[in-house]
């Protein structure tokens, strides 16, 4: 501040500068003042001086050295100025310290004599606290007597009591906080002036003091705390004691629903221990499906009882506690009923887990037994076997070992699975069964020893085989050595034209050898490897075998040979790739002459103005590819070439260098004739675009204040947007089209332009179009709610508010068979629609839903009060949810109908409303709305059926009742009740194989009607190895029957088993798979096993369809045939699907008849559609009646196979035809008039859209709307390829797909404009 005052002050002669940042606020004032008083800033010149009105002098300019001065300066007087400035700080702060020494040296003293004085004082002051805290207490005492009355129980008798008691207590409790206030203030204040003391003997005893009547204070506030609320305690006391009640009887059912699942696992509990099997799996799933329940019933009952306990007292306190203890020792019980029965469970999954590790080692153990009985020829005595023998037999017994320790290492793998998965069941299951699999894992792991142990004395016995074949192989690899030496000899001796056969036959004897040396090699080396390894790895002893030496010096050289003729080879190849490559060139540079040639004699004859011929240019652009190919080829053989193939390369150059030249002078000729066409496409893409835009532009103003616009002048709006949006694109494939050709640059860049142009108008169009139909819709969406809503207010005249529409016809029609958009309007502009819509916004309801008058049954199904449920919901019986009862739980998408007004719930804001189920006819309340603005119900169309065939309509449910009358395909029926879907049986199925040719399927053992068809047998056999079937037991006198191989079912006789006297069992079955009966031996005599029995096998009484899914639209593999045999994988299922029937109950539209229809097909009866496709050629008229013998009938046009049309409501008959006919308006030109659906009982001229119908159409529609995307084709180069194509475009994605469209003609893009230009105005001509 002093150095802005300072500066501000000097005079002009001193010119310092101004020191940094801004300047005080109170200076920066002064300084405003001074200028608004006409006062300069100091100059070189003077100071401050009052402005002078007179003209404005030019000031002298101030030398460079004047101002270095001056600067040089200012900085000299700043720096003194700081300078003192910071000495005047110093001396300042040294003076101050030295004063605050001496006055606290003077003040040490006093001190001492003042804390002893203040401590005296303070202990005086005690005595005096400590009376107020004894008086508290006393009123916290009495407080606890005053509110004694309020423990004790809620009843009529002490209500006045205990409403004076609460009165006395909240007295009280606000007369004793005031007293405990003003002690814990008085003792907070002794406290401060203890802590301000500094030091003194006493200081301790009194804060200790101090602190034990805090705690006093603190016990009185906390006594006091407790009845603070004792209004709202007992308030919530008296409402617990209403509420226990309701808890009782809820815990009571819960208790029920507890000991009943409890009862449940009782029988579990006791079989536990024993033997499981007698358990079913569907006791355990009814035990634990039942304890769920329980428990997901107590659950939220104990948790609303825990909740209900929060905060109260008393007795009350004391009943929820009892209340939480019955339902926490329900919680216990169920808890220990569900270890039981999760015991038990994990017991049953033990057992089959056993089971199968047992079986699996019986198997294994089978698997070793004939895996003993492959080393059966080394055992017979014989040293030395034939080589054939001993590799069959070695081999034999790899296969088994090998077979054998697969099995083993299969089964350790899943007794090793199967211990982990055990340790996931009960503690107790799981450790026994871990026993019993430990052992099955220690049998297996002997038997791995046993099968390594085999496999050391195969390979003992291999090692003397080894050699055998080494000799063989290297000899026959000389022979093929020998062959191509000879044929080499040749090559080098064959000629030019004879040297590629020569090769040919000199590669195909290389081939030979070359196989024959490398087998010769492999066999050397798997040969020594093999030994090397049955030597455990004896390198030594390998190398001392003389013979396997020498056969690899024998390969070495035969290798040797074949590199020779690798050389050999190549050479000749060489020579035959230089005379094919210059050959080729040779024809290429031959037909390129040719087609120069031919285009420069037809340039001569070109039109001076039309574009050359399309196949000129075609010709021009290959002869350019194929001059470009062939000169690249031959600089790039130049570069490598020598000798004489170098000669021929450069002459070759020289050709096609002045073939390039001539093509230059016929591609001019092509470009100075493409330059006046395209400037025409230029200019008439321009005016194309050009026209476009005008035509856009009044849509994108309405978008831009779309409230501003007529509401009825929104369809037409949309329309022209539409033009306008077909213009713009029409516009841009004309664009497109041009910049297909090949132009020049120029000629490019404009069309580039013009795209961007048609890009933005699209964008454009489009926004504006999709601003104004949203508008469009919110609006009719707003005014049709309003207007029904004021047509449902004025309707509901009946009892309760129910819907009466026929008295409000009549009202409208006045006499009438129809109301009109007039009538309709003059009811509005009478009595209003009761909301805040414009007289356009009602005309232009009318005229959607009035747009031909509105029949009386039209009218009705306008107004039916029908709801779709939108969340889950429950119906009652009552009105107030508190003492209403379910009825029963409606789910998402069921329709129920109004059967009264909407009414609101004063206490808790719902909005209900008396209902009917249409499915099952039940009735009651159901809330509409939550206060918090939650819909359960969404306003539906009344529902209605048609009949794709006839049908009969029945006076009950009962398909057996008698018929009302007959129903055709093509009626529509109004949905009264339904569907009641039913289902009219159930086949069962299993999974398995067949064991005739192993076909694996779902096997129906049990159709529709329950009858069975496949029956499960004891008594099957499964063939082990490949045995003989013989006609008698008797091994002497028997005949072979046939052979039964591995894996097929036999079935057991009856009383038909021998055991003949050498040794062994034999059995006699009927084979499944022919039915063929005979002996087989299931046991030989070394004890051998060819057939052991089998369970889960079903035999085939009748024939039965073998599935291939579970579901009923699954297709049949194959049939079985009776006695044919079927492996199970598991037991029956019920097959999915099936039979249903469907029933309805319905009011045809045609007579109104009441009664029933059931549907047995699916697609007898679907939903009603109001969207009509035509199938046949139909005639729409103006009227009804389609007889012309009783009224002129007027046809307005006539309807086309496959054209839509949109009927007002459900077809009715025409009594002058007996035609059923529906009143209609065509979706193609907006057509309105009556058509045929049925012509009496022949077949259909139109029927309703189906679902997937109408969602296709839907889509259709608003792909039209729209309208089609610009496209986005890059210009071309000289190629005829685009060019700034992005790395996506170049693979085929993205926006590069576009590219790849068949580009269309501008010539027929431009017709295509012009004639869609004449069809719109034509249009709106016929409008207007």
């Given at each position: 501040?002093?150095?802005?005052?300072?500066?501000?002050?000097?005079?002009?002669?001193?010119?310092?500068?101004?020191?940094?940042?801004?300047?005080?606020?109170?200076?920066?004032?002064?300084?405003?003042?001074?200028?608004?008083?006409?006062?300069?800033?100091?100059?070189?010149?003077?100071?401050?001086?009052?402005?002078?009105?007179?003209?404005?002098?030019?000031?002298?300019?101030?030398?460079?050295?004047?101002?270095?001065?001056?600067?040089?300066?200012?900085?000299?007087?700043?720096?003194?100025?700081?300078?003192?400035?910071?000495?005047?700080?110093?001396?300042?702060?040294?003076?101050?310290?030295?004063q605050e020494a001496d006055k606290q040296a003077a003040l040490t003293e006093q001190s001492k004599k003042k804390v002893e004085e203040e401590l005296l004082r303070v202990e005086n002051l005690i005595p005096?606290?400590?009376?107020?805290?004894?008086?508290?207490?006393?009123?916290?005492?009495?407080?606890?007597?005053?509110?004694?009355?309020?423990?004790?129980?809620?009843?009529?008798?002490?209500?006045?009591?205990?409403?004076?008691?609460?009165?006395?207590?909240?007295?009280?409790?606000?007369?004793?906080?005031?007293?405990?206030?003003?002690?814990?203030?008085?003792?907070?204040?002794?406290?401060?002036?203890?802590?301000?003391?500094?030091?003194?003997?006493?200081?301790?005893?009194?804060?200790?003091?101090?602190?034990?009547?805090?705690?006093?204070?603190?016990?009185?506030?906390?006594?006091?705390?407790?009845?603070?609320?004792?209004?709202?305690?007992?308030?919530?006391?008296?409402?617990?004691?209403?509420?226990?009640?309701?808890?009782?009887?809820?815990?009571?059912?819960?208790?029920?629903?507890?000991?009943?699942?409890?009862?449940?696992?009782?029988?579990?509990?006791?079989?536990?221990?024993?033997?499981?099997?007698?358990?079913?799996?569907?006791?355990?799933?009814?035990?634990?499906?039942?304890?769920r329940v329980a428990q997901a019933t107590l659950a939220p009952t104990l948790r609303l009882i825990i909740g209900k306990s929060a905060g109260l007292k008393g007795p009350v306190l004391q009943k929820m506690?009892?209340?939480?203890?019955?339902?926490?020792?329900?919680?216990?019980?169920?808890?220990?009923?569900?270890?039981?029965?999760?015991?038990?469970?994990?017991?049953?999954?033990?057992?089959?887990?056993?089971?199968?590790?047992?079986?699996?080692?019986?198997?294994?153990?089978?698997?070793?037994?004939?895996?003993?009985?492959?080393?059966?020829?080394?055992?017979?005595?014989?040293?030395?076997?034939?080589?054939?023998?001993?590799?069959?037999?070695?081999?034999?017994?790899?296969?088994?070992?090998?077979?054998?320790?697969?099995?083993?290492?299969?089964?350790?793998?899943?007794?090793?699975?199967?211990?982990?998965?055990?340790?996931?069941?009960?503690?107790?299951?799981?450790?026994?069964?871990?026993?019993?699999?430990?052992?099955?894992?220690?049998?297996?792991?002997?038997?791995?020893?046993?099968?390594?142990?085999?496999?050391?004395?195969?390979?003992?016995?291999?090692?003397?085989?080894?050699?055998?074949?080494?000799?063989?192989?290297?000899?026959?690899?000389?022979?093929?050595?020998?062959?191509?030496?000879?044929?080499?000899?040749?090559?080098?001796?064959?000629?030019?034209?004879?040297?590629?056969?020569?090769?040919?036959?000199?590669?195909?004897?290389?081939?030979?050898?070359?196989?024959?040396?490398?087998?010769?090699?492999?066999?050397?080396?798997?040969?020594?490897?093999?030994?090397?390894?049955?030597?455990?790895?004896?390198?030594?002893?390998?190398?001392?075998?003389?013979?396997?030496?020498?056969?690899?010096?024998?390969?070495?050289?035969?290798?040797?040979?074949?590199?020779?003729?690798?050389?050999?080879?190549?050479?000749?190849?060489?020579?035959?790739?230089?005379?094919?490559?210059?050959?080729?060139?040779?024809?290429?540079?031959?037909?390129?002459?040719?087609?120069?040639?031919?285009?420069?004699?037809?340039?001569?004859?070109?039109?001076?103005?039309?574009?050359?011929?399309?196949?000129?240019?075609?010709?021009?652009?290959?002869?350019?590819?194929?001059?470009?190919?062939?000169?690249?080829?031959?600089?790039?053989?130049?570069?490598?070439?020598?000798?004489?193939?170098?000669?021929?390369?450069?002459?070759?150059?020289?050709?096609?260098?002045?073939?390039?030249?001539?093509?230059?002078?016929?591609?001019?000729?092509?470009?100075?004739?493409?330059?006046?066409?395209?400037?025409?496409?230029?200019?008439?893409?321009?005016?194309?675009?050009?026209?476009?835009?005008?035509?856009?532009?009044?849509?994108?103003?309405?978008?831009?204040?779309?409230?501003?616009?007529?509401?009825?002048?929104?369809?037409?709006?949309?329309?022209?947007?539409?033009?306008?949006?077909?213009?713009?694109?029409?516009?841009?494939?004309?664009?497109?089209?041009?910049?297909?050709?090949?132009?020049?640059?120029?000629?490019?860049?404009?069309?580039?332009?013009?795209?961007?142009?048609?890009?933005?108008?699209?964008?454009?169009?489009?926004?504006?179009?999709?601003?104004?139909?949203?508008?469009?819709?919110?609006?009719?969406?707003?005014?049709?709610?309003?207007?029904?809503?004021?047509?449902?207010?004025?309707?509901?005249?009946?009892?309760?508010?129910?819907?009466?529409?026929?008295?409000?016809?009549?009202?409208?029609?006045?006499?009438?068979?129809?109301?009109?958009?007039?009538?309709?309007?003059?009811?509005?502009?009478?009595?209003?629609?009761?909301?805040?819509?414009?007289?356009?916004?009602?005309?232009?309801?009318?005229?959607?839903?009035?747009?031909?008058?509105?029949?009386?049954?039209?009218?009705?199904?306008?107004?039916?009060?029908?709801?779709?449920?939108?969340?889950?919901?429950?119906?009652?019986?009552?009105?107030?949810?508190?003492?209403?009862?379910?009825?029963?739980?409606?789910?998402?998408?069921?329709?129920?109908?109004?059967?009264?007004?909407?009414?609101?719930?004063?206490?808790?804001?719902?909005?209900?409303?008396?209902?009917?189920?249409?499915?099952?006819?039940?009735?009651?309340?159901?809330?509409?709305?939550?206060?918090?603005?939650?819909?359960?119900?969404?306003?539906?169309?009344?529902?209605?059926?048609?009949?794709?065939?006839?049908?009969?309509?029945?006076?009950?449910?009962?398909?057996?009742?008698?018929?009302?009358?007959?129903?055709?395909?093509?009626?529509?029926?109004?949905?009264?009740?339904?569907?009641?879907?039913?289902?009219?049986?159930?086949?069962?199925?299993?999974?398995?194989?067949?064991?005739?040719?192993?076909?694996?399927?779902?096997?129906?053992?049990?159709?529709?009607?329950?009858?069975?068809?496949?029956?499960?047998?004891?008594?099957?056999?499964?063939?082990?190895?490949?045995?003989?079937?013989?006609?008698?037991?008797?091994?002497?006198?028997?005949?072979?029957?046939?052979?039964?191989?591995?894996?097929?079912?036999?079935?057991?006789?009856?009383?038909?088993?021998?055991?003949?006297?050498?040794?062994?069992?034999?059995?006699?079955?009927?084979?499944?798979?022919?039915?063929?009966?005979?002996?087989?031996?299931?046991?030989?005599?070394?004890?051998?096993?060819?057939?052991?029995?089998?369970?889960?096998?079903?035999?085939?009484?009748?024939?039965?369809?073998?599935?291939?899914?579970?579901?009923?639209?699954?297709?049949?593999?194959?049939?079985?045939?009776?006695?044919?045999?079927?492996?199970?994988?598991?037991?029956?299922?019920?097959?999915?699907?099936?039979?249903?029937?469907?029933?309805?109950?319905?009011?045809?539209?045609?007579?109104?008849?009441?009664?029933?229809?059931?549907?047995?097909?699916?697609?007898?009866?679907?939903?009603?559609?109001?969207?009509?496709?035509?199938?046949?050629?139909?005639?729409?008229?103006?009227?009804?009646?389609?007889?012309?013998?009783?009224?002129?009938?007027?046809?307005?046009?006539?309807?086309?196979?496959?054209?839509?049309?949109?009927?007002?409501?459900?077809?009715?008959?025409?009594?002058?035809?007996?035609?059923?006919?529906?009143?209609?308006?065509?979706?193609?030109?907006?057509?309105?008039?009556?058509?045929?659906?049925?012509?009496?009982?022949?077949?259909?001229?139109?029927?309703?859209?189906?679902?997937?119908?109408?969602?296709?159409?839907?889509?259709?529609?608003?792909?039209?709307?729209?309208?089609?995307?610009?496209?986005?084709?890059?210009?071309?180069?000289?190629?005829?390829?685009?060019?700034?194509?992005?790395?996506?475009?170049?693979?085929?994605?993205?926006?590069?797909?576009?590219?790849?469209?068949?580009?269309?003609?501008?010539?027929?893009?431009?017709?295509?404009?012009?004639?869609?230009?004449?069809?719109?105005?034509?249009?709106?001509?016929?409008?207007?």
């Amino acid at each position: 501040m002093s150095s802005w005052s300072s500066w501000a002050g000097q005079s002009a002669t001193e010119s310092p500068k101004p020191p940094q940042g801004l300047p005080p606020v109170g200076l920066r004032a002064k300084i405003a003042t001074l200028r608004q008083q006409g006062v300069k800033r100091p100059s070189d010149t003077g100071s401050f001086s009052p402005l002078k009105q007179e003209p404005v002098k030019q000031e002298p300019v101030e030398s460079p050295a004047d101002n270095s001065a001056r600067q040089a300066k200012i900085r000299a007087l700043a720096e003194k100025i700081r300078s003192e400035s910071r000495q005047s700080r110093e001396e300042s702060a040294q003076q101050k310290k030295q004063q605050e020494a001496d006055k606290q040296a003077a003040l040490t003293e006093q001190s001492k004599k003042k804390v002893e004085e203040e401590l005296l004082r303070v202990e005086n002051l005690i005595p005096g606290l400590e009376e107020k805290v004894v008086s508290a207490e006393d009123e916290t005492e009495r407080i606890a007597i005053l509110a004694a009355p309020l423990s004790m129980e809620a009843v009529e008798d002490l209500k006045e009591v205990q409403a004076q008691a609460i009165r006395d207590t909240e007295r009280a409790v606000k007369a004793t906080k005031i007293h405990l206030d003003g002690a814990v203030r008085e003792l907070e204040k002794i406290k401060r002036e203890v802590q301000a003391i500094q030091g003194g003997a006493g200081k301790t005893k009194l804060v200790a003091e101090l602190a034990k009547l805090d705690e006093r204070l603190q016990a009185a506030r906390a006594k006091v705390d407790e009845h603070k609320n004792v209004r709202k305690d007992h308030e919530a006391a008296t409402q617990a004691e209403k509420t226990l009640a309701e808890l009782s009887g809820r815990l009571a059912g819960v208790e029920m629903e507890c000991e009943k699942a409890v009862m449940m696992a009782e029988p579990i509990a006791k079989v536990l221990g024993s033997d499981l099997q007698e358990l079913g799996a569907a006791d355990i799933r009814e035990a634990k499906e039942a304890l769920r329940v329980a428990q997901a019933t107590l659950a939220p009952t104990l948790r609303l009882i825990i909740g209900k306990s929060a905060g109260l007292k008393g007795p009350v306190l004391q009943k929820m506690l009892d209340l939480q203890s019955r339902a926490e020792e329900s919680k216990n019980q169920l808890e220990r009923a569900q270890q039981t029965v999760e015991e038990a469970q994990s017991g049953a999954a033990a057992q089959p887990i056993l089971k199968q590790a047992k079986e699996r080692l019986a198997a294994v153990e089978e698997i070793l037994e004939r895996m003993r009985e492959t080393e059966a020829p080394f055992l017979m005595g014989i040293e030395t076997l034939p080589a054939d023998e001993s590799t069959e037999a070695l081999d034999k017994m790899d296969t088994a070992a090998k077979l054998a320790m697969s099995a083993l290492l299969d089964s350790n793998k899943y007794v090793s699975l199967k211990i982990v998965e055990v340790g996931r069941l009960s503690e107790a299951t799981a450790s026994s069964a871990r026993q019993e699999l430990e052992k099955v894992k220690k049998q297996i792991d002997d038997h791995v020893q046993r099968v390594r142990k085999f496999q050391a004395e195969a390979s003992k016995r291999r090692r003397v085989h080894l050699v055998v074949g080494i000799k063989h192989s290297v000899e026959v690899a000389e022979a093929a050595i020998q062959k191509l030496q000879e044929l080499s000899g040749e090559l080098r001796k064959a000629t030019a034209e004879n040297l590629a056969e020569a090769l040919e036959k000199a590669r195909a004897a290389d081939v030979e050898a070359q196989s024959a040396v490398t087998a010769a090699r492999r066999e050397v080396q798997d040969k020594q490897q093999d030994m090397r390894q049955q030597e455990g790895g004896q390198a030594e002893t390998l190398k001392g075998d003389s013979e396997v030496l020498r056969s690899k010096v024998r390969v070495n050289s035969m290798e040797a040979e074949l590199n020779k003729f690798k050389r050999l080879a190549g050479e000749a190849d060489e020579k035959i790739k230089v005379q094919k490559s210059l050959h080729d060139i040779f024809q290429v540079l031959a037909s390129a002459d040719a087609d120069i040639q031919r285009l420069s004699e037809a340039s001569k004859h070109w039109l001076a103005n039309p574009k050359p011929p399309a196949e000129d240019e075609q010709a021009v652009t290959a002869v350019q590819g194929t001059l470009s190919g062939a000169t690249s080829q031959v600089e790039k053989k130049i570069q490598a070439a020598r000798g004489l193939e170098l000669k021929e390369l450069k002459t070759v150059l020289g050709r096609l260098q002045k073939a390039q030249k001539a093509l230059d002078t016929v591609k001019e000729a092509v470009r100075e004739r493409n330059r006046s066409e395209s400037k025409g496409l230029v200019q008439e893409a321009s005016a194309a675009v050009q026209k476009a835009e005008q035509m856009l532009g009044p849509i994108v103003k309405a978008a831009a204040a779309p409230a501003n616009e007529p509401v009825l002048r929104f369809p037409d709006l949309l329309a022209e947007g539409k033009d306008a949006l077909q213009s713009m694109s029409q516009a841009t494939e004309l664009v497109a089209a041009g910049q297909a050709k090949q132009l020049m640059l120029e000629v490019k860049v404009e069309f580039a332009r013009l795209q961007m142009r048609c890009k933005t108008g699209m964008r454009k169009i489009k926004t504006a179009l999709s601003e104004l139909s949203s508008y469009h819709e919110n609006t009719v969406s707003q005014s049709t709610a309003a207007v029904l809503d004021a047509l449902r207010t004025a309707a509901r005249r009946g009892e309760g508010g129910a819907y009466v529409p026929e008295e409000l016809f009549t009202e409208l029609a006045s006499g009438s068979e129809m109301i009109s958009e007039k009538q309709l309007s003059d009811f509005f502009a009478t009595y209003g629609t009761g909301s805040q819509l414009s007289d356009e916004q009602v005309q232009l309801v009318m005229r959607l839903l009035v747009p031909h008058g509105l029949t009386r049954r039209a009218f009705d199904a306008l107004l039916a009060d029908y709801y779709s449920v939108a969340r889950d919901i429950a119906i009652t019986d009552d009105f107030e949810i508190q003492s209403a009862k379910k009825v029963r739980k409606l789910e998402v998408g069921e329709l129920v109908e109004a059967r009264g007004a909407v009414q609101i719930h004063e206490t808790l804001g719902l909005e209900r409303v008396m209902c009917f189920a249409v499915l099952d006819g039940a009735s009651g309340w159901v809330t509409v709305r939550t206060k918090a603005g939650v819909s359960y119900l969404t306003s539906a169309p009344k529902p209605f059926l048609y009949c794709t065939q006839d049908v009969s309509l029945r006076r009950s449910a009962d398909s057996e009742t008698d018929c009302v009358r007959q129903l055709h395909a093509g009626e529509a029926l109004e949905l009264l009740q339904g569907p009641e879907h039913e289902r009219l049986g159930s086949e069962k199925r299993l999974r398995g194989i067949a064991c005739s040719d192993e076909s694996s399927g779902w096997l129906q053992v049990q159709n529709s009607d329950g009858a069975t068809m496949a029956e499960e047998r004891n008594n099957m056999f499964k063939c082990t190895e490949a045995i003989a079937m013989t006609d008698v037991e008797d091994f002497d006198s028997c005949s072979m029957v046939r052979r039964v191989d591995v894996g097929e079912a036999l079935e057991l006789l009856p009383g038909s088993e021998a055991n003949p006297d050498s040794g062994g069992t034999r059995m006699k079955f009927r084979a499944c798979r022919d039915g063929l009966e005979g002996w087989v031996t299931t046991r030989g005599s070394q004890g051998k096993v060819y057939a052991q029995p089998v369970k889960r096998h079903f035999v085939c009484i009748q024939a039965c369809p073998l599935h291939a899914g579970l579901g009923a639209e699954s297709s049949v593999v194959r049939v079985l045939m009776p006695g044919e045999a079927f492996e199970a994988f598991e037991d029956p299922k019920e097959v999915t699907g099936g039979l249903k029937r469907d029933t309805y109950k319905v009011r045809a539209v045609r007579d109104g008849a009441d009664g029933w229809v059931v549907a047995q097909t699916a697609g007898e009866i679907v939903q009603w559609s109001k969207t009509y496709k035509v199938l046949k050629t139909v005639p729409l008229t103006k009227s009804q009646p389609a007889n012309e013998a009783a009224e002129v009938v007027e046809v307005v046009r006539v309807l086309e196979p496959d054209e839509l049309v949109d009927v007002s409501e459900p077809p009715t008959e025409d009594r002058s035809s007996g035609q059923l006919r529906a009143r209609c308006v065509a979706q193609k030109d907006q057509s309105a008039g009556w058509a045929t659906v049925r012509d009496g009982l022949s077949s259909l001229h139109m029927r309703p859209l189906t679902e997937a119908e109408l969602i296709e159409a839907k889509a259709l529609t608003a792909a039209e709307d729209r309208g089609a995307a610009a496209p986005t084709t890059p210009p071309l180069d000289k190629s005829g390829k685009g060019k700034g194509k992005s790395k996506t475009a170049s693979k085929g994605k993205g926006r590069g797909q576009a590219s790849n469209a068949p580009k269309r003609p501008f010539v027929e893009v431009k017709q295509e404009m012009e004639q869609s230009s004449w069809q719109r105005s034509s249009k709106r001509y016929r409008s207007s």
